[in-house]
């Protein structure tokens, strides 16, 4: 009498199991399956994308900014054809053109920018050192962030141009003045953006530090400033912007003493001898540089620092 038939896994128990290849295989044939393939596939396809991105040039970053402000300026020689207003009062685009051609020539357009940027730059990382270690300890000690919280927010929110009356009379008419006026305008906003940073920080991240032994300095510099670095970084925009506006107030109203020639001192300059292309001229050079710096220097650090953490595909960056 024949014997049943012996199932394959119980002849060969070493073999590959044909049961299971049978049922991936279907699976596979199945229109889910095939889904699926297709999902994964789309997937790679597009982190295959996203890494070429990174490695193009990316023309509508470059080209939308210049197309916005040829946009603008024929708004602006459109309303100057129109002659609404005297030519004297509100001169074309060609005419402060013209006027920043000739402040080239004399030298001035390059000594203005230079002093001016030299001022807010070292004003700026001056008032970086000294706010970074504030702002940390304020953050990690809350007596003292309660004490000290309010008059730093109050500070922030005071015009820094206050500040120029105080510091001629305190430093004269010197670059003291000038740097006073700008840290005043910098560093409370900087120690405000830190300490909202690290609010924003989950709790388990100084849990961590603890469990691996880190001291207080190590949790502050190793643990809580890089996880804080997305408010921290804010605080820094928004520093160099007050210090910025602080300077060229500074530089308009302290004129004279031993105080250079910067930007604010050229717009001044145009107010007293009433000419607007003179005016118009700084106005854009100081609207220029800043435009820069948050291109050259802020735009590419918040962009790393998005793409570091995930958030770049969502930012409109």
Do not use: C
């Given at each position: 009498?024949?014997?049943?038939?012996?199932?394959?896994?119980?002849?060969?128990?070493?073999?590959?199991?044909?049961?299971?290849?049978?049922?991936?295989?279907?699976?596979?044939?199945?229109?889910?399956?095939?889904?699926?393939?297709?999902?994964?596939?789309?997937?790679?396809?597009?982190?295959?994308?996203?890494?070429?991105?990174?490695?193009?040039?990316?023309?509508?970053?470059?080209?939308?900014?210049?197309?916005?402000?040829?946009?603008?300026?024929?708004?602006?020689?459109?309303?100057?054809?129109?002659?609404?207003?005297?030519?004297?009062?509100?001169?074309?685009?060609?005419?402060?053109?013209?006027?920043?051609?000739?402040?080239?020539g004399e030298g001035?357009?390059?000594?203005?920018?230079?002093?001016?940027?030299?001022?807010?730059?070292?004003?700026?990382?001056?008032?970086?050192?000294?706010?970074?270690?504030?702002?940390?300890?304020?953050?990690?000690?809350?007596?003292?962030?309660?004490?000290?919280?309010?008059?730093?927010?109050?500070?922030?929110?005071?015009?820094?141009?206050?500040?120029?009356?105080?510091?001629?009379?305190?430093?004269?008419?010197?670059?003291?003045?000038?740097?006073?006026?700008?840290?005043?305008g910098a560093i409370?906003?900087?120690?405000?953006?830190?300490?909202?940073?690290?609010?924003?920080?989950?709790?388990?991240?100084?849990?961590?530090?603890?469990?691996?032994g880190a001291s207080?300095?190590?949790?502050?510099?190793?643990?809580?400033?890089?996880?804080?670095?997305?408010?921290?970084?804010?605080?820094?925009?928004?520093?160099?912007?007050?210090?910025?506006?602080?300077?060229?107030?500074?530089?308009?109203?302290?004129?004279?003493?031993?105080?250079?020639?910067?930007?604010?001192?050229?717009?001044?300059?145009?107010?007293?001898?009433?000419?607007?292309?003179?005016?118009?001229?700084?106005?854009?050079?100081?609207?220029?540089?800043?435009?820069?710096?948050?291109?050259?220097?802020?735009?590419?650090?918040?962009?790393?620092?998005?793409?570091?953490?995930?958030?770049?595909?969502?930012?409109?960056?």
């Open positions: 009498m024949p014997s049943n038939p012996t199932p394959l896994a119980e002849a060969h128990p070493d073999a590959p199991d044909e049961g299971h290849r049978s049922v991936h295989a279907a699976l596979t044939r199945s229109s889910s399956g095939r889904e699926d393939l297709r999902e994964l596939e789309a997937g790679l396809d597009s982190l295959q994308s996203d890494a070429d991105r990174k490695h193009r040039i990316e023309w509508s970053r470059i080209l939308l900014p210049v197309a916005a402000l040829v946009v603008l300026v024929l708004i602006w020689q459109f309303y100057v054809s129109l002659g609404l207003k005297r030519r004297d009062l509100v001169p074309g685009p060609l005419d402060v053109l013209g006027q920043i051609g000739v402040l080239w001035k357009l390059q000594e203005a920018v230079w002093t001016s940027l030299q001022r807010g730059l070292v004003g700026f990382l001056i008032s970086v050192a000294i706010a970074t270690p504030i702002g940390l300890l304020l953050a990690q000690v809350a007596p003292l962030r309660r004490a000290f919280g309010p008059l730093i927010s109050g500070l922030q929110v005071l015009p820094s141009v206050a500040w120029v009356p105080a510091a001629i009379i305190w430093f004269g008419l010197t670059d003291a003045t000038v740097y006073f006026v700008v840290f005043m409370p906003s900087i120690i405000n953006g830190l300490i909202s940073g690290v609010d924003q920080i989950p709790p388990q991240y100084r849990r961590v530090g603890t469990v691996l207080r300095l190590q949790m502050a510099l190793q643990v809580i400033l890089p996880a804080a670095l997305p408010g921290y970084l804010g605080g820094l925009k928004q520093g160099w912007a007050f210090s910025w506006r602080s300077l060229m107030a500074a530089e308009i109203i302290a004129v004279g003493g031993t105080i250079g020639f910067g930007l604010g001192s050229l717009l001044d300059q145009g107010r007293v001898l009433s000419d607007m292309t003179i005016v118009m001229s700084a106005i854009l050079l100081i609207l220029a540089v800043g435009i820069l710096i948050e291109l050259l220097v802020f735009g590419p650090i918040e962009k790393r620092l998005l793409r570091s953490r995930g958030l770049l595909a969502g930012s409109t960056r």
